[in-house]
């Protein structure tokens, strides 16, 4: 048994769940592992296991956590915490996810996307928690600039003059927005992160996973997020319905709203693009490439829009499409790169 082993038993064990069965089950895309803990009597809860040493740290799920369950949403309740360790026992909110329930009953789409927009429009009316940091305009344009140091890099296509091109034209169009630190955003809204719970009320029905990145930002990101879904497709009319409903419901400038969702989309699909490739080259996850494709599909599409002309020409020039010829050569170098 390793360290991390001993110490994690340790801590089930100081929770009152020693006696409970383990088992492992799906975790995401950092170094974060998490277990199912099942009592005889039936009773579960998850355990988050997220290494410190690892560049993992357990306060900011912590603090979002408690910060979403005061404003009335279903964020999992904490059970146990060692933050110094970086072991959370977290309410178990089972395992029907968006991505899961819509598999086999596509039908209710509309029903579960409306809900999930629902609870932004009642997150993005809440105050804003403190001590949470912003996703600045420079943040947001070196997370884009991912797409060149690790997709176009990945592919030998480098180009040092059009990274810098593609990060001032991301920053200039970002620049143009307002309201850039309106509301808390949770980054990863998606129907892979988000779990139907029928039996509770309102909104309480959409349980809230994965939000420890969240920060202050524009109230169409995590809209953008949920409807442009790198692992899902989201029918255009749901996405077209949901956008009209987010902004009927805020009252806000439908034609700045527009203008924001394809910016902010623009700059989410091109750091997903770079996020991917890293996935696969630097951490051997090469199935993330396999999601691609799709996330090319929502950037040209939100290349398209007119603000985003100057940046639409630089992405054509130094992004090389992802063609199954292209896949095929990251995936022939997953693993191969440590920076």
């Not at 480098?158 to 307002?178: F, I, N, P, V």
């Not at 996405?239 to 969702?261: C, K, Q, R």
Request: glycine letters at 8%; a negative charge.
């Amino acid at each position: 048994m390793t360290q991390r082993e001993t110490k994690l038993a340790e801590f089930i064990a100081a929770s009152g769940w020693g006696s409970a069965d383990r088992k492992v089950i799906a975790g995401d895309a950092s170094n974060r592992r998490y277990l199912r803990l099942t009592r005889s009597s039936g009773a579960t809860a998850i355990l988050m296991d997220a290494p410190p040493e690892k560049g993992e740290d357990v306060q900011p799920f912590l603090d979002i956590a408690r910060h979403l369950t005061a404003q009335g949403l279903a964020a999992p309740d904490i059970l146990s915490a060692d933050t110094d360790a970086g072991f959370l026992l977290i309410e178990d909110l089972g395992d029907d996810l968006f991505a899961r329930v819509l598999d086999h009953l596509p039908s209710a789409e509309k029903r579960l996307y409306t809900a999930a927009t629902d609870v932004l429009l009642h997150l993005h009316d809440a105050p804003l928690p403190e001590g949470v940091p912003t996703y600045s305009v420079g943040l947001m344009a070196d997370l884009a600039a991912l797409a060149c140091d690790w997709y176009a890099s990945g592919l030998g296509a480098e180009d040092t003059d059009g990274r810098q091109r593609l990060h001032d034209a991301m920053a200039g169009a970002l620049a143009l927005l307002d309201g850039l630190d309106e509301v808390l955003i949770l980054r990863d809204y998606h129907a892979e992160n988000l779990l139907w719970l029928p039996d509770r009320p309102g909104l309480r029905k959409v349980g809230l996973l994965d939000f420890q990145d969240a920060m202050r930002g524009h109230r169409a990101y995590d809209l953008v997020s949920l409807l442009q879904d790198a692992r899902r497709d989201v029918s255009r009319d749901t996405e077209i319905l949901m956008i009209t409903h987010y902004v009927d419901h805020w009252g806000g400038n439908p034609a700045s709203f527009d203008t924001a969702y394809h910016v902010l989309g623009t700059q989410r699909n091109l750091r997903i693009l770079g996020v991917f490739a890293r996935l696969c080259l630097r951490d051997g996850k090469a199935h993330y490439l396999d999601l691609i494709p799709r996330v090319w599909g929502y950037l040209i599409r939100d290349l398209d829009h007119a603000a985003l002309g100057p940046l639409r020409a630089i992405v054509h020039e130094i992004l090389p499409p992802p063609t199954e010829t292209v896949l095929q050569r990251l995936k022939s170098k997953c693993a191969t790169r440590s920076t």
